[in-house]
């Protein structure tokens, strides 16, 4: 998902749908092509850095985060670590420019395998062709609510709902054993600045890298929730974050489920889940 301040964001994300998208068998022959493990520290617009780690070793899977420690949790070690900033990143990405022109100047900054870094930009390439390789998302997707897009700006839960997408939808074995714990369809209703908006949680083994979370209500994405959960906005987050429970919202009227009430605390452990993979909730 794209992170303020970072358009190399949009690169990263562009890795993580490949790798997504793949079949297991696509994706081990990707990882096998470049056996290594990239880490990247960069610096955004505003001077923040953010972080980001991408395994083409092992399991071929992505996780960011806002400290080294919080994107490279459950990773393996890198083999390279490059330090760049923004806009350098995605020049190189676009072919503006080098790796090892960069490098020369000082924009770049490598530590590890010092090749690997020369090998960055026939990798950016090479997704990005694999990228546009792949099948355009189903219309039905389209038709729903759904030209909505995941997050949504003022809507601060709905940012948590995206990096839920993201985690289930980068890492399979996390998403085929939260399915199998979950076992449920949640309608979540936020209350935010333009009124309520919904998103669909489709948490039922089955469901795919691109079906787990879907804008819209169930009715519009054709689906039968087991629960409506409706709260503000605010609540959603401090929800995620830990610092209310849905035991404790319900009871003091933040939360209000409609449906299957004893789901709603099964929402919590999809959080935490999503929390314990490296997403920033």
């Given at each position: 998902?794209?992170?303020?301040?970072?358009?190399s964001?949009?690169?990263?994300?562009?890795?993580?749908?490949?790798?997504?998208?793949?079949?297991?068998?696509?994706?081990?022959?990707?990882?096998?092509?470049?056996?290594?493990?990239?880490?990247?520290?960069?610096?955004?617009?505003?001077?923040?850095?953010?972080?980001?780690?991408?395994?083409?070793?092992?399991?071929?899977?992505?996780?960011?985060?806002?400290?080294?420690?919080?994107?490279a949790?459950?990773?393996?070690?890198p083999?390279?670590?490059?330090?760049?900033?923004?806009?350098?990143?995605?020049?190189?990405?676009?072919?503006k420019?080098?790796?090892?022109g960069?490098?020369?100047?000082g924009?770049?900054?490598?530590?590890?395998?010092?090749?690997?870094?020369?090998?960055?930009?026939?990798?950016?390439?090479?997704?990005?062709?694999?990228a546009?390789s792949l099948?355009?998302?189903?219309?039905?997707?389209?038709?729903?609510?759904?030209?909505?897009?995941?997050?949504?700006?003022?809507?601060?839960?709905?940012?948590?709902i995206?990096?839920i997408?993201?985690?289930?939808?980068?890492?399979?074995?996390?998403?085929?054993?939260?399915l199998?714990?979950?076992?449920?369809?949640?309608?979540?209703?936020?209350?935010?600045?333009?009124?309520?908006?919904?998103?669909?949680?489709n948490?039922?083994?089955?469901?795919?890298?691109?079906?787990?979370?879907?804008?819209?209500?169930?009715?519009?994405?054709?689906?039968?929730?087991?629960v409506?959960?409706?709260?503000?906005?605010?609540?959603?987050?401090?929800?995620?974050s830990?610092?209310?429970?849905?035991?404790?919202?319900?009871?003091?009227?933040?939360?209000?489920?409609?449906?299957?009430?004893?789901l709603?605390?099964?929402?919590?452990?999809?959080l935490?889940?999503?929390?314990?993979?490296?997403?920033?909730?």
């Amino acid at each position: 998902m794209p992170i303020e301040g970072f358009a190399s964001s949009a690169i990263i994300d562009q890795l993580t749908s490949v790798l997504t998208a793949l079949s297991a068998d696509d994706r081990k022959k990707e990882v096998n092509k470049t056996k290594a493990v990239y880490a990247f520290e960069v610096t955004g617009t505003k001077g923040k850095k953010h972080y980001f780690v991408v395994d083409l070793k092992q399991a071929g899977k992505v996780t960011n985060g806002t400290s080294e420690a919080e994107a490279a949790k459950g990773q393996p070690k890198p083999d390279i670590t490059i330090t760049i900033d923004d806009a350098t990143f995605v020049k190189i990405s676009e072919g503006k420019t080098t790796a090892a022109g960069e490098f020369m100047s000082g924009k770049v900054k490598i530590k590890g395998n010092m090749m690997l870094g020369m090998k960055l930009e026939p990798l950016l390439k090479r997704f990005k062709k694999l990228a546009e390789s792949l099948p355009a998302a189903p219309a039905a997707k389209a038709s729903g609510a759904a030209a909505q897009e995941i997050a949504l700006q003022g809507y601060e839960g709905s940012v948590v709902i995206a990096q839920i997408a993201q985690v289930l939808g980068a890492d399979e074995a996390k998403r085929q054993s939260v399915l199998k714990s979950t076992n449920a369809i949640f309608q979540v209703d936020l209350n935010g600045p333009q009124g309520v908006k919904s998103w669909v949680l489709n948490l039922k083994p089955g469901a795919s890298a691109a079906d787990v979370v879907l804008p819209g209500t169930a009715a519009q994405n054709k689906k039968a929730a087991g629960v409506v959960l409706a709260l503000k906005d605010a609540d959603f987050v401090d929800l995620a974050s830990g610092k209310i429970t849905g035991q404790s919202a319900f009871m003091g009227g933040k939360l209000k489920a409609k449906g299957n009430i004893m789901l709603a605390l099964k929402l919590e452990s999809v959080l935490k889940a999503a929390k314990s993979a490296g997403a920033k909730l």
